[in-house]
């Protein structure tokens, strides 16, 4: 189970033949291909929410589509106007088309 968790693929006992061998390190080269597309766009989302987050730190909008503009501007202490400034600069630099999609993509960050 351990082995697993560091990341282990497969388990080979002694003796390992060579085909053996070279077999599981062929499905293993298979397995890192299929799964780097994935790796690739979660770190792209992990930097985008860097980015968000950096630009965020200056403000207290939590509102983040839980509320409306005007009712998270007032619990801040910021015009409506301004929330939405801020949701918008955070949207393109997530690459975001709505808050649907901000919402997914923090969601599949978290699930890896």
Excluded: N, W, Y
Excluded at 4 to 12: D, N, P, Q, R, T
Excluded at 51 to 67: C, E, K, M, V, Y
Aim: glycine fraction near 8%.
């Amino acid at each position: 189970m351990q082995a697993i968790k560091a990341g282990a693929v497969e388990f080979l006992t002694k003796p390992v033949r060579d085909h053996q061998l070279l077999d599981a390190i062929r499905r293993a080269i298979v397995a890192d291909q299929l799964e780097r597309p994935r790796r690739a766009e979660l770190a792209e989302l992990r930097r985008r929410l860097r980015i968000a987050d950096a630009a965020r730190a200056g403000s207290d909008d939590h509102g983040g589509g839980r509320s409306s503009q005007q009712a998270g501007g007032r619990r801040i202490g910021t015009s409506e106007i301004t929330v939405k400034v801020h949701r918008a600069h955070i949207m393109r630099k997530m690459c975001a088309d709505s808050v649907a999609d901000l919402v997914r993509m923090t969601e599949r960050t978290r699930g890896s």
